[in-house]
């Protein structure tokens, strides 16, 4: 029953921002900590950022650090990526995810998933 479903994707030219976010039914959203992944054709999924359930500590990659944004409304039950100065290297499709324990970079401490939403970032 639980689901998790992202939006905010598109195209934007490089250097432009979008907003990402991601709604989860089905469990109760503000215990558990949430992450944002990303996967390019050909590529390993990777980790974008992290943000914890308790007291909103957040992580990123380093790739991102600076530029992106995580972010969380318990109330809406909602998950937020703002992304600032986006690069063509951002281009892939984005996935929200909430996490069971372990590592917050690591895919495999995640457990469930949505479906993701396609970035593409022009030059």
């Known amino acids: 029953q639980v689901q998790l479903v992202e939006s905010g994707g598109g195209l934007v030219q490089a250097g432009g921002s979008l907003r990402l976010s991601c709604t989860v039914s089905g469990r109760t959203f503000s215990f558990y900590s949430m992450g944002w992944f990303r996967q390019a054709p050909g590529k390993e999924r990777e980790f974008v950022a992290a943000i914890k359930w308790s007291v909103g500590t957040t992580y990123y990659a380093d790739s991102v650090k600076g530029r992106f944004t995580i972010s969380r409304d318990n109330a809406r039950n909602t998950l937020y990526l703002q992304m600032n100065n986006l690069k063509p290297e951002d281009t892939a499709v984005y996935y929200c995810?909430?996490?069971?324990?372990?590592?917050?970079?690591?895919?495999?401490?995640?457990?469930?998933w949505g479906q993701g939403t396609q970035v593409t970032v022009s030059s």
């Open positions: 995810a909430t996490r069971n324990g372990g590592s917050y970079n690591d895919p495999g401490n995640y457990d469930y």
